[in-house]
């Protein structure tokens, strides 16, 4: 894919979203509030999915593969920057979390057989997935605390523990989990857990809840607590091989995190727009915000800390494509750490310059907050990248 | 009432707090969400509050006065900030916004006739009082710009207009608002408004809509946007006179930006100790979180910006009491920029070292930090105070 | 000493500093410079002490005891803060580090013959002292790291080491030093040290070199390096008994952190000052700086941050005169933590404020920049206090 | 220039510093404090001067022209980064402020006789050149304000007024001053300044005194103060015309501020260097400080801010090449604001590690903060350009 070919994308993406997506907006959260199940898939979701096929955008994320669009990194990083803008973009062009990463995990690691029953149909939007890694008991942070359990039993593998955080899994159409489970306990650490497939009508399965993110329940996808009581699962549902789980989580986390950083991108970016057009409208103490020095201050402190996170995460998605994931780690790992917190900060001061009507539902800035807030935690806290970070330099040759 | 009283008056009240409002905050989320009724008072609460009456712990908010506590705000202030730990506590004592600002402006301005009928049953807590000021259509941050009509009409006045965040407005048992509104548009900037009592039931008054602060509806009290279309009150339901709005304001919020920061404090200190236990608690990468410098810079950056925040609002409350509202604004102004900034900071170095937990409802931590960011903004935005700040410096003699 | 008197004294002072202080600082600056030697006491110090202790401005450091002004901490605070605002001052009154602490140990800890010997001059400021602690060699924000040798031999003790930032060691009057060093390795952790009093006549002293701060010699005090080779003293200099260096460190530390602090705010303030008065007369894009949104901002975070750093030093000055240096080491820590880095903030505010004029030494502001930043990291760095902080603050029972 | 010829370059530019620069700091330093005149160029220098022009490491700043190396800013931003990381370096290379914009000038803008007598020594390091702009009397930062005379009298002008921080005025082979000044009062704003060509020898100059920067003078430049009285010069000494000054201002400033970007970039990664290496050698309280959580975290900061900074002013230079100096107005000004800001966090931090070493002249790091604090003021305080980029912000189409 060549530079001008993703520019043409970016046009017509971003010409997509204009026309259809941001007034589609409104229309989603109103069919959502008023339909009777709330979590129900809002039908303009399948029109917009539809049309967005039509037009030859949709799963832009797939890098080179016999199944997706091709493009690298870098050519998506724009295209996903742009789908950031809008809580509805990522799942119009089939390239929403968790489903992303879970297509890409079929892409390259599942038989033919599994690609066949659950790739094809998630790559359709037919149906959606959830990947349960996450657990309430242990610091999760460390990915190595993961407990639950998976235990070789005769022609399958038999599953239990309690996993939360399985965003999507609440979903309707969600049909199958990704399962991230410890299969050795005295395995070496790296080497302790496998990776499954895991159909959502298995017995055994019981979601127990949705969590809320601040007061936002995330319907219809939602973020599931999902307990797994001696769930059964066909041994040729593994993927990759015992004790392989982190190796798949390693290809896995690179593109999601760095998925994450160009949605919080252009969603800062569309923040930072709703500001200055704000502070031009509205007045006080007899002159229009956009004139008052503090108010500047924070649209030029937003424009830098926007741009310096985009050029951050652009360079990640390089590094990322050159050199591949471990390579690219420290450049991933400071872009997970910058473009949540730079979200944060510049949507942070929309809602100052909205005044209260910023904390309400009557605009998207602290349904935006709240989102980004979660990922200074998903994926790894801050800190942890941090720690990471300075291993990085501490180990630089030469020093 | 001596400080040893008050001291006393603590200690009854952490008890109460202990053996009473902290459990039963499960019980009132549990009542509130099981009702049929979303917009109902949850029975705890009647019997928490017949039992704080009972021992009385009841009104501690009312100054020197022939109708509360008689404390000094200075004295008030431990036990206010003790409230402020629980989201339920305030209201358990009778000492919750805008209740309390309401019954000091029934104390100090209404007439007799209307303090038996409105002051007495809401020291009572049979009855809950809304305050109209807020407006969607202009910044309120500069109250000058409040338009909603008051005019004078025969025998009494009739308003018209649309104010938002009219927080309690929605509650079951609201039957009374303050109001603010021009009387005359012609008169010098701070002379313009008025302020009248408006009972809820008054024809023309509606409650078009309940808004959400990061998700949160805050039922039972919530916060309602309210249209008054030619709401006829007599002429007797108008406080102190015409053009003395901001005469009322003013005396009105000060002690209540002062509640504020002190529950804020509160607030913040209960979201430390929770932080704290949780550090303790919370193994990751072989040592608890305790033992983590990053952790342990957290607890001590939140233990120095309380104890800062709490000896600067303490150090105000001083001073509004012995000085009074005006020589004690520049003080008010400080703690009201500091307290919630603060709280905010602690409260989200809590929720980080919570994790995933720290976003969702199974701790208070988010819905901490919705409320405590509605109040960077309530009662006048960060960048007002800090503005009026300025000019204080500004004016010292002598330089 | 009651409040009363405290207050007589300050406004004394006060009146002292206006009308001989401040405009002493060019002369003072001047004899200086143009002195033939650079480390010569400039006249005009010998005359401002004459006067200043015929006022009984003197000596008001010292705490209950039969050598000083017996002010309790909180009652010197204000006093020690107002010197804080010259870099002269505290010298003017004979309250300057570091013989203010010396003092305190020839006071506490010391023999009638050493007191006699020593003290006594110190308290005429007929001569000067050093404190002989920080190495070079070892990271002494860890005091159990300081490994000068101090080794027992005959009728007294040889020492041999090198220290280093071991102020007023250059001054032409300094002729005492109090040394900490390693006295017996194989001891517990916190008993292998000892202090002894060192004549600085003594042979095997070696003043290598002045130290300078941000470029800046702070002469004709400066900030040594010395080196002790088999340095003599006799084994009644030895302070309080071997092994109990630390002992008498933690008593020497607690007041002199706080008179530290003290100083900062006083130089905050007058920092604050300057900025607003440069803020009223330069005119920039058409208005006065004072006008401009963002100078406000500063100007208003400055007095926030002050007045919190004043609230914070004067409770634990309260709390160190009720409990002890023991009880108080948490407030001390966050005082020391807090006052240096507010200094330094609002005296970094008041350069850009002052523009180029504020780095050059045409203004005090770089000069009390570079002295501010040195207390970072003197007596414990902020990260070493803050690590006391959490540590307490995870100690705290019932947790 | 091609990529590859630059990054040939770059490789050996830093072989030579390696080499030759490193080694020669601490001569260059000695050198300048043994020497009877404090204000004469240290013999170390001509020779360093030398060996990088025999070596083609020359001049390398001047973009296409008859004159330079015809780098392109994008080609020449590695190089003048790696050049930031020691104080002596740019010198060396000739490609140090002042001259390397007045060359620029010269190039640009003067006559061939003007060339021919300044430009060609200034190419070749004979002579060395000051820019006399900025004011004490008024605020430079709003550069309309500039108010030194320039008045035409017969065949010349007559200049009248006082500079200051006119840097490298002090040198002695400083030979010749650009001078900015207010030619015609009753002309628009933007076209009442002229430009000349001033040399220093002309009657009626006096370089008053040189101004500290914290306590550093800066010698043999330094930062001089210099009176104007009457100072004749020929017609033919003015730049490009009558009222133009600013036109050339902005020529003049886009690549300077640049250039200062770059430097200080550079400056940050060695000060990170020497933090990293500290850290790992530094044990406190019973490991190395690279194993504390905190000191890990400004690690791992400093990699992100530094990295940012980097691609923000690499990005800049891109645009100033692509799109000239209007067009990247604020790309250059985001630069501008980051990359002294963060220089002076990540010098701080190491300042920090380093303990007091950090603050004395024992390490590079205080002078170094001390220069890049000056670049928080210098071609425009970090204030006047973040009102800039909102003014950009707020006038982008569409909004």
């Known amino acids: 894919m060549t530079t001008t070919a993703s520019a043409s994308l ?32 809002p039908p303009v979701m399948d029109a917009l999915q539809a049309k967005a096929r039509g037009l030859g955008l949709w799963n832009l994320f797939l890098p080179e593969s016999d199944w997706g669009a091709g493009l690298s990194n870098r050519a998506y990083a724009p ?30 690691y599942a038989s033919a057989a599994l690609q066949e029953r659950w790739l094809k149909p998630l790559l359709a939007a037919e149906i959606r997935s959830g990947f349960a890694m996450t657990e309430p008991g242990v610091a999760s942070s460390d990915a190595t605390n993961i407990s639950a359990e998976i235990r070789r039993d005769g022609e399958g593998y038999v599953l239990n523990g309690r ?45 127990e809840r949705n969590l809320s993110v601040f007061g936002y329940d995330d319907a219809p996808h939602g973020h599931a607590e999902v307990v797994f009581e001696n769930v059964r699962v066909p041994a040729d549902h593994l993927l990759l091989g015992e004790g392989r789980g982190f190796e798949i989580g390693q290809g896995r986390l690179g593109p999601g995190r760095l998925h994450h950083c160009l949605r919080s991108i252009g969603l800062a970016e569309r923040a930072l727009e709703a500001m200055v057009k704000r502070a031009k409208e509205r007045v006080t103490f007899g002159k229009p915000l956009s004139e008052q020095g503090v108010v500047m201050e924070w649209i030029a ?5 926007i741009d310096q996170a985009r050029l951050l995460t652009y360079d990640a998605a390089d590094k990322l494509d050159k050199f591949g994931n471990k390579a690219a780690r420290y450049e991933l790992a400071m872009a997970k750490v910058v473009a949540p917190n730079m979200a944060l900060r510049v949507i942070d001061r929309a809602i100052q310059t909205f005044g209260a009507a910023g904390v309400s539902d009557d605009t998207f ?35």
Not at 301 to 305: L, P
């Open 10 to 41: 970016l046009e017509q993406l971003e010409t997509f979203m204009a026309s259809d997506v941001y007034p589609a907006e409104a229309v989603y959260a109103e069919q959502l509030d008023e339909a009777e199940e709330r979590w129900a898939q």
């Open 301 to 305: 402190d937003s424009r830098i800390e």
């Open 365 to 399: 800035l602290a349904k935006a907050y709240a989102g980004q807030r979660t990922l200074r935690l998903a994926d790894g806290p801050d800190e942890v990248h941090r720690a990471s970070i300075a291993k990085g330099e501490l180990a630089k040759s030469g020093r």
């Open 79 to 108: 295209l996903c920057e742009a789908m950031g803008r809008s809580f509805i973009a990522p799942e119009v062009f089939n390239c929403s979390a968790p489903d992303t990463g879970n297509m890409e995990v079929f892409a390259r």
């Open 163 to 207: 996993k939360w955080w399985t965003s999507g899994a609440g979903h309707p159409r969600c049909e199958v989990l990704i399962f991230l489970g410890r299969s050795d306990p005295s395995a070496p650490k790296h080497r302790q857990h496998s990776m499954l497939v895991v159909p959502m009508d298995t017995p055994g399965i019981r979601i």
